[in-house]
């Protein structure tokens, strides 16, 4: 049976009509992310470094993983750290080519299970961090801890959990596994993974926030820090 590798849904796993449907709606997200995409800013060199090293790092990040099954794998995310260091736009593009590397990568290649995989482990923890950080932004104060646990840590743990619900869905809608086995032995799962997604990522959003600001660029050091 296919290996899912660092990627969560193998090829040939689900009913093909769902590949398909896959790819139109990664197609549209990529697109629709390219046109509000600040790619001016990628222009910078430090910034396009950051934005690349980025991607090599989660690369690395997502071939660590373990698993029970095939298509029942985990691994860290970071779409939380990126949503917040880029804004969501560039982070669904570097989360594409994220996939895209580590099924390159692969002994196996899912070609066919790449939309799916960019939809699931890229676009829901990037939205759920996108809204989750709006909300925060409009409706709390301005507040560096705010900042750090609800948009970096909380907010990277329900990207998780978001991830692992989403993944359910796919594999119990589809029936490639029973909904019974799914709760059970992957779901969760999740609760743990969502914990150490949650330590990685406050800490990595504290550390860039305090020492290289300029790193995230959601954090203005002039509203959460030098007004207090």
Known sequence: ???????????????????????????????????????AGLKTPWRLNLWLGAIVVLMVLWSIKTGVKPGLNF?????????????????LLALALVVLGTTLAGETIAWQALSLNFLVMGGVPV?????????????????????VFLCGFFGAALSMAATGLAATAVMAVSGTYTLDYLLSHYLPYFVLMGWSEAILTGMA????????????????????????
């Open 205 to 228: 959003v504290t550390l860039m926030a305090v020492y290289r600001p300029a790193w995230v660029t959601t954090f203005d050091d002039q509203r959460y820090l030098h007004n207090r």
């Open 127 to 147: 939205g759920v961090s996108h809204v989750l950080y709006r909300l925060v932004d409009r409706h709390l104060p301005n507040h560096f801890m705010i900042y």
């Open 75 to 91: 691994h860290v995310l970071g779409a939380t750290a990126l949503t917040l260091m880029f804004g969501w736009p560039l982070a």
């Open 1 to 39: 049976m296919t290996r899912a590798l660092a990627m969560n849904i193998p090829d040939h796993l689900l009913p093909s009509a769902w590949y398909w449907i896959g790819h139109l709606l990664a197609i549209a997200l990529i697109l629709f992310a390219l046109k509000r995409a600040p790619l």
